[in-house]
T-cell receptor
Framework: EPEVTQTPSHQVTQMGQEVILRCVPI?????FYWYRQILGQKVEFLVS????????KSEIFDDQFSVERPDGSNFTLKIRSTKLEDSAMYFC?????????????FGDGTRLSIL | DAKTTQPNSMESNEEEPVHLPCNHS???????IHWYRQLPSQGPEYVIH???SNVNNRMASLAIAEDRKSSTLILHRATLRDAAVYYC???????????FGPGTRLSVLP
């Protein structure tokens, strides 16, 4: 069964450094998402992306964050200047469409640790 | 999206059926009911979804109340691998993201 893959599985970065998290969505999917989960807390939506544009974003997704699809397969989340509070699991997801009845398929996440 | 209420935790014995309830009294007519689960150290995993009628797939069954104000996820024979946090999420016309609550932590006892 096709799956969403994320790399790296664990990223350790110094505070203030830039970090890029990578995702390969399922190949025929058109909608892409990033969520995060701080340890022990709920899964939180960050951003959705369709047709090379951000279609929706949460309050968490401020100017420090950006997303892009640099080629036909990768979908990346960049954090420009990391803070301690950015430490979390980051999950990428994709779906065939943005319709209400379409499931999103999640990767197993990247654990981001900011020192 | 309308809010859902789930028990914080439930326990089940291995190989027995499990019924995970979800209340969504403010559901609107166009909201779909989605269930996801999150196994330890993994991302959320799609389980099942429905609108009005009961649904079955290889993982589970979804029973939706006639007034749609509640639903129940049914695992027919729990295995140790089913120990996870189960999320009941409503998804409506507005917003493409899923809003995850705290979910129900299911423990399966051997």
């Amino acid at each position: 069964e096709p799956e969403v893959t994320q790399t790296p599985s664990h990223q350790v970065t110094q505070m203030g450094q830039e970090v890029i998290l990578r995702c390969v969505p399922i190949s025929n999917h058109l909608y892409f998402y990033w969520y995060r989960q701080i340890l022990g807390q709920k899964v939180e939506f960050l951003v959705s992306f369709y047709n090379n544009e951000i279609s929706e974003k949460s309050e968490i997704f401020d100017d420090q964050f950006s997303v892009e699809r640099p080629d036909g397969s990768n979908f990346t989340l960049k954090i420009r200047s990391t803070k301690l509070e950015d430490s979390a699991m980051y999950f990428c997801a994709s779906s065939v469409s943005g319709a209400m009845n379409q499931p999103q398929h999640f990767g197993d996440g990247t654990r981001l640790s900011i020192l | 999206d309308a809010k859902t209420t789930q028990p914080n935790s439930m326990e089940s014995n291995e190989e027995e059926p499990v019924h995970l309830p979800c209340n969504h009294s403010t559901i609107s007519g166009t909201d779909y009911i989605h269930w996801y689960r999150q196994l330890p150290s993994q991302g959320p995993e799609y389980v099942i979804h429905g609108l009005t009628s009961n649904v079955n797939n290889r993982m589970a069954s979804l029973a939706i109340a006639e007034d749609r104000k509640s639903s129940t996820l049914i695992l027919h024979r729990a295995t140790l691998r089913d120990a996870a946090v189960y999320y009941c999420i409503l998804r409506g016309l507005y917003g493409q993201n899923f809003v995850f609550g705290p979910g129900t932590r299911l423990s399966v006892l051997p």
